[in-house]
Protein backbone atom coordinates (compact mmCIF):
# COMPACT_ATOMS: atom_id res chain seq x y z
CA UNK A 1 0.00 0.00 0.00
CA UNK A 2 1.16 3.36 -0.48
CA UNK A 3 1.19 6.63 1.84
CA UNK A 4 -1.78 9.02 1.29
CA UNK A 5 -0.46 11.40 3.75
CA UNK A 6 2.03 12.35 6.10
CA UNK A 7 1.03 10.90 9.53
CA UNK A 8 2.63 14.18 11.54
CA UNK A 9 1.96 17.34 9.46
CA UNK A 10 -1.04 15.57 7.07
CA UNK A 11 1.11 17.17 3.68
CA UNK A 12 0.09 14.82 0.66
CA UNK A 13 3.71 15.92 -0.50
CA UNK A 14 5.01 12.32 0.73
CA UNK A 15 7.65 10.62 -1.11
CA UNK A 16 8.87 6.97 -1.55
CA UNK A 17 12.79 6.72 -1.24
CA UNK A 18 12.93 2.67 -0.75
CA UNK A 19 11.33 -0.83 -0.35
CA UNK A 20 12.30 -3.95 1.40
CA UNK A 21 10.67 -6.59 -0.64
CA UNK A 22 9.44 -8.89 2.33
CA UNK A 23 10.21 -8.73 6.44
CA UNK A 24 8.21 -11.03 8.59
CA UNK A 25 6.22 -9.61 10.62
CA UNK A 26 7.42 -11.50 13.66
CA UNK A 27 10.03 -10.26 15.44
CA UNK A 28 10.35 -13.22 18.13
CA UNK A 29 10.85 -16.72 17.45
CA UNK A 30 7.75 -18.82 16.01
CA UNK A 31 6.71 -22.52 16.87
CA UNK A 32 6.96 -23.94 12.92
CA UNK A 33 9.80 -23.35 10.79
CA UNK A 34 9.38 -21.39 7.60
CA UNK A 35 8.28 -23.60 4.65
CA UNK A 36 5.81 -24.72 2.31
CA UNK A 37 3.36 -25.76 4.39
CA UNK A 38 3.94 -23.23 7.32
CA UNK A 39 4.81 -20.08 5.51
CA UNK A 40 5.61 -16.82 8.13
CA UNK A 41 4.26 -14.35 6.73
CA UNK A 42 5.97 -11.43 5.42
CA UNK A 43 5.00 -8.28 3.86
CA UNK A 44 6.94 -5.03 2.37
CA UNK A 45 8.41 -2.24 3.87
CA UNK A 46 7.78 1.40 1.97
CA UNK A 47 10.06 3.33 3.57
CA UNK A 48 8.34 7.47 3.05
CA UNK A 49 9.56 10.96 3.79
CA UNK A 50 7.46 14.12 3.98
CA UNK A 51 8.49 16.56 2.08
CA UNK A 52 6.97 19.31 3.73
CA UNK A 53 8.06 18.53 7.13
CA UNK A 54 10.78 15.35 6.95
CA UNK A 55 9.12 12.83 8.69
CA UNK A 56 10.27 9.44 7.96
CA UNK A 57 7.48 6.51 7.98
CA UNK A 58 6.49 3.50 6.58
CA UNK A 59 3.28 2.64 4.17
CA UNK A 60 -0.18 2.56 5.34
CA UNK A 61 -1.25 -1.15 6.38
CA UNK A 62 -4.59 -2.84 7.00
CA UNK A 63 -6.15 -2.44 10.67
CA UNK A 64 -6.07 -6.49 9.97
CA UNK A 65 -2.56 -6.61 9.18
CA UNK A 66 -1.37 -4.20 11.95
CA UNK A 67 -3.99 -6.29 14.63
CA UNK A 68 -1.12 -9.57 13.40
CA UNK A 69 1.65 -7.20 14.24
CA UNK A 70 0.82 -8.04 18.05
CA UNK A 71 -0.16 -11.85 17.93
CA UNK A 72 2.20 -14.15 18.51
CA UNK A 73 6.20 -13.42 18.54
CA UNK A 74 5.62 -9.58 19.64
CA UNK A 75 7.93 -8.71 22.55
CA UNK A 76 6.30 -6.61 24.77
CA UNK A 77 8.41 -4.01 27.09
CA UNK A 78 8.39 -6.00 30.73
CA UNK A 79 12.05 -4.76 32.31
CA UNK A 80 11.06 -3.07 36.05
CA UNK A 81 14.49 -2.23 35.98
CA UNK A 82 14.47 -0.22 32.95
CA UNK A 83 11.31 1.38 34.35
CA UNK A 84 12.68 2.17 37.40
CA UNK A 85 15.50 4.09 35.78
CA UNK A 86 12.70 6.31 33.39
CA UNK A 87 10.76 7.45 36.30
CA UNK A 88 13.88 8.53 37.90
CA UNK A 89 15.27 10.89 35.21
CA UNK A 90 11.82 12.22 34.57
CA UNK A 91 11.55 12.72 38.34
CA UNK A 92 15.60 14.10 38.29
CA UNK A 93 14.06 16.88 36.24
CA UNK A 94 10.48 17.15 36.95
CA UNK A 95 11.30 16.90 40.83
CA UNK A 96 10.36 14.13 43.14
CA UNK A 97 6.57 13.19 44.43
CA UNK A 98 6.01 14.97 41.01
CA UNK A 99 3.39 12.75 40.50
CA UNK A 100 2.15 12.56 43.86
CA UNK A 101 -1.70 13.46 43.97
CA UNK A 102 -1.59 13.93 40.47
CA UNK A 103 -4.46 12.70 37.52
CA UNK A 104 -2.10 10.74 35.14
CA UNK A 105 -3.40 8.71 32.18
CA UNK A 106 -0.43 6.35 30.96
CA UNK A 107 -1.52 5.42 26.87
CA UNK A 108 -0.53 1.99 25.62
CA UNK A 109 0.92 0.75 28.81
CA UNK A 110 0.02 -2.77 28.48
CA UNK A 111 0.61 -5.57 31.20
CA UNK A 112 3.05 -3.18 32.97
CA UNK A 113 1.83 0.21 32.74
CA UNK A 114 4.00 2.87 33.60
CA UNK A 115 1.02 3.96 36.68
CA UNK A 116 2.51 0.89 38.86
CA UNK A 117 5.24 3.25 39.73
CA UNK A 118 3.68 5.79 41.05
CA UNK A 119 0.86 4.80 43.73
CA UNK A 120 0.08 7.68 44.73
CA UNK A 121 -1.84 9.18 42.01
CA UNK A 122 -4.91 8.93 40.64
CA UNK A 123 -4.13 6.64 37.63
CA UNK A 124 -6.01 5.73 34.72
CA UNK A 125 -4.20 3.60 31.68
CA UNK A 126 -5.54 3.54 28.44
CA UNK A 127 -4.95 0.52 26.02
CA UNK A 128 -6.52 -1.25 22.88
CA UNK A 129 -5.77 -4.81 24.71
CA UNK A 130 -9.07 -6.01 27.06
CA UNK A 131 -6.67 -7.94 29.32
CA UNK A 132 -5.75 -4.46 30.51
CA UNK A 133 -9.17 -4.32 33.04
CA UNK A 134 -6.95 -6.51 35.15
CA UNK A 135 -4.84 -4.10 36.68
CA UNK A 136 -7.82 -1.71 38.09
CA UNK A 137 -6.96 -2.17 41.90
CA UNK A 138 -3.38 -3.43 41.02
CA UNK A 139 -1.76 -0.83 39.22
CA UNK A 140 -4.33 1.50 38.45
CA UNK A 141 -7.61 3.05 39.19
CA UNK A 142 -8.90 3.56 35.86
CA UNK A 143 -8.83 1.73 32.67
CA UNK A 144 -10.16 2.61 29.39
CA UNK A 145 -9.66 0.33 26.51
CA UNK A 146 -10.26 0.57 23.15
CA UNK A 147 -8.97 2.51 20.37
CA UNK A 148 -7.24 5.77 22.16
CA UNK A 149 -8.29 8.32 19.71
CA UNK A 150 -12.13 7.24 20.10
CA UNK A 151 -11.35 6.23 23.79
CA UNK A 152 -14.29 7.86 26.22
CA UNK A 153 -12.24 9.84 28.43
CA UNK A 154 -12.58 12.90 30.88
CA UNK A 155 -11.94 16.08 28.97
CA UNK A 156 -9.65 18.80 30.35
CA UNK A 157 -8.33 16.46 33.41
CA UNK A 158 -5.48 15.02 33.50
CA UNK A 159 -2.59 16.65 34.85
CA UNK A 160 0.13 14.42 33.13
CA UNK A 161 -0.29 12.13 30.10
CA UNK A 162 2.10 9.58 29.41
CA UNK A 163 3.12 7.40 26.51
CA UNK A 164 6.38 5.33 26.78
CA UNK A 165 7.25 3.71 23.23
CA UNK A 166 3.70 3.75 21.92
CA UNK A 167 3.73 7.23 19.77
CA UNK A 168 6.25 5.12 16.70
CA UNK A 169 3.15 2.18 16.89
CA UNK A 170 -0.02 4.22 15.88
CA UNK A 171 -1.15 3.91 12.24
CA UNK A 172 -1.99 7.83 13.10
CA UNK A 173 -0.44 9.43 15.65
CA UNK A 174 -1.56 12.95 15.03
CA UNK A 175 -5.66 11.40 15.88
CA UNK A 176 -3.67 10.09 19.55
CA UNK A 177 -2.05 13.66 20.22
CA UNK A 178 -4.84 15.76 19.46
CA UNK A 179 -6.47 13.12 22.12
CA UNK A 180 -3.90 14.17 24.49
CA UNK A 181 -4.73 17.54 24.06
CA UNK A 182 -8.23 17.01 24.65
CA UNK A 183 -7.96 15.18 27.60
CA UNK A 184 -5.05 17.07 29.77
CA UNK A 185 -5.83 20.01 31.70
CA UNK A 186 -5.10 23.67 30.85
CA UNK A 187 -0.98 23.90 31.62
CA UNK A 188 -0.92 20.07 31.74
CA UNK A 189 1.82 17.67 30.83
CA UNK A 190 2.56 14.58 28.31
CA UNK A 191 5.81 12.73 28.91
CA UNK A 192 6.51 11.03 25.72
CA UNK A 193 9.62 8.74 24.97
CA UNK A 194 10.24 6.87 21.21
CA UNK A 195 13.43 5.28 19.82
CA UNK A 196 15.38 8.24 18.08
CA UNK A 197 15.67 7.15 14.45
CA UNK A 198 18.84 9.15 13.75
CA UNK A 199 20.88 7.39 16.74
CA UNK A 200 19.65 3.81 15.68
CA UNK A 201 20.92 4.44 12.27
CA UNK A 202 24.20 5.55 13.71
CA UNK A 203 24.38 2.92 16.57
CA UNK A 204 22.28 -0.63 15.13
CA UNK A 205 20.77 0.11 11.33
CA UNK A 206 19.64 -3.47 11.34
CA UNK A 207 17.12 -2.12 13.91
CA UNK A 208 16.22 1.13 12.05
CA UNK A 209 12.97 -0.04 10.43
CA UNK A 210 10.21 -2.78 11.00
CA UNK A 211 6.07 -3.07 10.35
CA UNK A 212 5.43 -2.12 14.04
CA UNK A 213 7.20 1.20 13.79
CA UNK A 214 5.02 2.87 11.35
CA UNK A 215 6.57 6.58 12.40
CA UNK A 216 10.47 6.50 12.96
CA UNK A 217 11.03 9.74 14.56
CA UNK A 218 13.27 12.92 15.44
CA UNK A 219 13.65 15.70 17.54
CA UNK A 220 12.13 17.61 14.86
CA UNK A 221 8.95 15.15 13.66
CA UNK A 222 8.37 14.55 17.42
CA UNK A 223 8.17 18.35 18.01
CA UNK A 224 5.91 18.96 15.17
CA UNK A 225 3.47 16.14 15.65
CA UNK A 226 2.81 17.94 19.40
CA UNK A 227 3.01 21.06 18.00
CA UNK A 228 -0.07 19.82 15.87
CA UNK A 229 -1.89 19.24 18.81
CA UNK A 230 -0.77 22.31 20.57
CA UNK A 231 1.68 21.26 22.81
CA UNK A 232 5.46 23.10 23.26
CA UNK A 233 8.57 21.49 24.18
CA UNK A 234 9.63 21.68 27.99
CA UNK A 235 12.39 19.80 28.13
CA UNK A 236 14.18 16.89 26.84
CA UNK A 237 14.91 14.62 29.45
CA UNK A 238 16.43 12.10 26.91
CA UNK A 239 17.99 12.80 23.47
CA UNK A 240 20.25 9.69 23.04
CA UNK A 241 19.12 6.50 21.68
CA UNK A 242 15.85 7.56 22.54
CA UNK A 243 14.06 10.77 22.77
CA UNK A 244 12.52 11.57 26.24
CA UNK A 245 10.44 14.40 26.00
CA UNK A 246 8.30 16.67 28.26
CA UNK A 247 5.63 18.56 25.74
CA UNK A 248 3.31 21.07 27.76
CA UNK A 249 0.11 22.20 26.63
CA UNK A 250 0.12 26.44 25.73
CA UNK A 251 -2.46 28.94 25.25
CA UNK A 252 -0.49 30.39 22.30
CA UNK A 253 -0.12 28.82 18.87
CA UNK A 254 3.11 26.59 19.77
CA UNK A 255 6.31 27.94 17.83
CA UNK A 256 7.19 26.63 14.31
CA UNK A 257 9.09 23.61 14.12
CA UNK A 258 11.95 24.09 11.19
CA UNK A 259 11.25 21.02 8.94
CA UNK A 260 14.19 18.23 8.16
CA UNK A 261 14.85 16.54 5.19
CA UNK A 262 13.51 12.92 5.74
CA UNK A 263 15.24 12.02 2.29
CA UNK A 264 18.99 12.63 3.45
CA UNK A 265 18.07 10.83 6.60
CA UNK A 266 16.78 7.87 4.76
CA UNK A 267 19.85 7.76 2.72
CA UNK A 268 21.81 7.80 5.68
CA UNK A 269 20.40 4.82 7.00
CA UNK A 270 20.44 3.04 3.19
CA UNK A 271 24.08 4.04 3.63
CA UNK A 272 25.11 2.62 6.99
CA UNK A 273 23.42 -1.16 6.23
CA UNK A 274 24.84 -1.06 2.63
CA UNK A 275 28.31 -0.17 4.69
CA UNK A 276 27.61 -2.87 7.34
CA UNK A 277 27.09 -5.36 4.82
CA UNK A 278 30.42 -4.26 2.48
CA UNK A 279 32.71 -5.14 5.66
CA UNK A 280 30.90 -8.71 6.42
CA UNK A 281 30.89 -9.78 3.05
CA UNK A 282 34.62 -8.44 2.85
CA UNK A 283 35.92 -9.64 6.22
CA UNK A 284 38.23 -12.75 6.66
CA UNK A 285 35.70 -14.35 9.09
CA UNK A 286 32.69 -14.74 6.44
CA UNK A 287 35.24 -15.63 3.23
CA UNK A 288 35.91 -18.55 5.74
CA UNK A 289 33.03 -19.79 7.46
CA UNK A 290 30.44 -21.27 5.70
CA UNK A 291 28.37 -22.67 8.58
CA UNK A 292 27.80 -20.07 11.21
CA UNK A 293 25.70 -19.32 14.63
CA UNK A 294 24.25 -16.22 15.38
CA UNK A 295 23.63 -14.92 19.15
CA UNK A 296 20.19 -13.88 20.74
CA UNK A 297 17.12 -14.80 18.60
CA UNK A 298 14.45 -11.60 19.20
CA UNK A 299 14.00 -8.73 16.64
CA UNK A 300 17.92 -8.44 16.06
CA UNK A 301 18.52 -11.35 14.81
CA UNK A 302 14.97 -11.61 12.62
CA UNK A 303 16.20 -8.08 11.15
CA UNK A 304 19.74 -8.82 10.65
CA UNK A 305 18.68 -11.62 9.00
CA UNK A 306 16.00 -10.31 6.66
CA UNK A 307 18.26 -7.29 5.92
CA UNK A 308 21.34 -9.78 5.23
CA UNK A 309 19.70 -12.48 2.96
CA UNK A 310 23.29 -13.68 2.16
CA UNK A 311 23.95 -14.04 5.69
CA UNK A 312 20.88 -15.96 6.57
CA UNK A 313 21.98 -18.59 4.11
CA UNK A 314 25.05 -19.50 6.04
CA UNK A 315 23.04 -19.40 9.40
CA UNK A 316 22.29 -22.51 10.67
CA UNK A 317 21.33 -21.85 14.51
CA UNK A 318 20.71 -19.08 16.77
CA UNK A 319 21.35 -19.55 20.32
CA UNK A 320 19.31 -17.38 23.49
CA UNK A 321 18.81 -17.88 26.87
CA UNK A 322 15.63 -17.34 27.06
CA UNK A 323 13.46 -20.22 27.31
CA UNK A 324 10.82 -19.11 25.79
CA UNK A 325 12.01 -19.31 22.58
CA UNK A 326 14.45 -21.89 22.56
CA UNK A 327 12.59 -24.94 20.43
CA UNK A 328 11.18 -22.50 18.00
CA UNK A 329 12.64 -20.59 14.58
CA UNK A 330 13.63 -17.24 13.76
CA UNK A 331 10.90 -15.65 11.56
CA UNK A 332 11.10 -15.80 8.01
CA UNK A 333 14.03 -18.74 8.17
CA UNK A 334 14.11 -22.35 9.32
CA UNK A 335 17.02 -21.56 11.58
CA UNK A 336 16.23 -23.50 15.15
CA UNK A 337 16.97 -21.62 18.60
CA UNK A 338 19.00 -23.57 21.07
CA UNK A 339 20.27 -22.88 24.40
CA UNK A 340 23.39 -21.35 25.38
CA UNK A 341 24.98 -24.37 27.06
CA UNK A 342 24.88 -25.85 22.89
CA UNK A 343 27.46 -23.81 22.11
CA UNK A 344 30.37 -25.94 23.68
CA UNK A 345 28.84 -28.61 21.74
CA UNK A 346 28.03 -26.76 18.17
CA UNK A 347 31.15 -28.13 16.54
CA UNK A 348 29.25 -28.20 13.03
CA UNK A 349 29.30 -24.29 12.75
CA UNK A 350 32.45 -22.70 11.95
CA UNK A 351 31.73 -18.68 13.30
CA UNK A 352 29.71 -17.27 15.71
CA UNK A 353 28.16 -13.82 14.81
CA UNK A 354 27.42 -11.46 18.32
CA UNK A 355 26.08 -7.99 18.04
CA UNK A 356 27.92 -6.58 21.04
CA UNK A 357 30.95 -6.74 22.22
CA UNK A 358 29.68 -7.21 25.75
CA UNK A 359 28.22 -10.63 24.70
CA UNK A 360 30.93 -11.59 22.46
CA UNK A 361 33.47 -11.39 25.74
CA UNK A 362 30.66 -13.18 27.85
CA UNK A 363 30.00 -16.55 25.57
CA UNK A 364 32.22 -16.19 22.85
CA UNK A 365 34.98 -18.66 25.02
CA UNK A 366 32.18 -20.75 25.45
CA UNK A 367 32.43 -21.58 21.30
CA UNK A 368 35.07 -23.66 19.77
CA UNK A 369 35.30 -21.42 16.65
CA UNK A 370 35.91 -17.87 15.47
CA UNK A 371 33.40 -15.21 16.53
CA UNK A 372 32.96 -11.56 15.24
CA UNK A 373 31.12 -8.42 17.07
CA UNK A 374 28.74 -7.15 14.48
CA UNK A 375 28.30 -3.75 16.04
CA UNK A 376 32.36 -3.28 15.51
CA UNK A 377 32.31 -3.73 11.86
CA UNK A 378 29.82 -1.20 12.08
CA UNK A 379 32.20 1.25 13.55
CA UNK A 380 34.31 0.47 10.61
CA UNK A 381 31.88 1.00 7.87
CA UNK A 382 31.49 4.54 9.73
CA UNK A 383 34.73 5.41 8.87
CA UNK A 384 33.88 5.54 5.71
CA UNK A 385 30.58 7.33 4.96
CA UNK A 386 30.22 7.51 1.30
CA UNK A 387 31.16 3.81 0.81
CA UNK A 388 28.09 3.02 -0.20
CA UNK A 389 27.40 4.11 -3.81
CA UNK A 390 23.72 3.87 -5.89
ZN1 LIG B 1 4.93 15.85 7.20
Known amino acids: MSLSACRVCESANVRLHSSFEQVPI ?13 PHRQEPIDLYACLACGHTQLQEMS ?16 DRALKLNRLGKITGVLGDGFFRGKKVLDVGGGNNPFTGLIPDSERWIADIDESARKLVGVSADHAVIGDFGRADLPKHYFDVVTGFHVMEHFRWPLEAVRKMSEVVAPG ?56 LAVYRKSEAKPAAIAPVNGMAILDRFRDRLRGLESQLKNSAFYRSSDRLGIYGAGGTTML ?14 AFD ?9 IPGSAISVAAPE ?32 LASMLDAASDQPNFATV
Open 304 to 317: ILAHFPFLRERVKR
Open 321 to 329: RETQKQGKF
Open 188 to 243: GRVIIEVPHFSRVIEEKPWYGVFHQHQSMFTESSLSRLFSEGGFEIEKWIRNDEVL
Open 26 to 38: HMWPLARPDGASH
Open 342 to 373: ELGRATDLQGMVFVSENLRQAMGPSFPGESIN
Open 63 to 78: ESLVAELYGEGFPYED
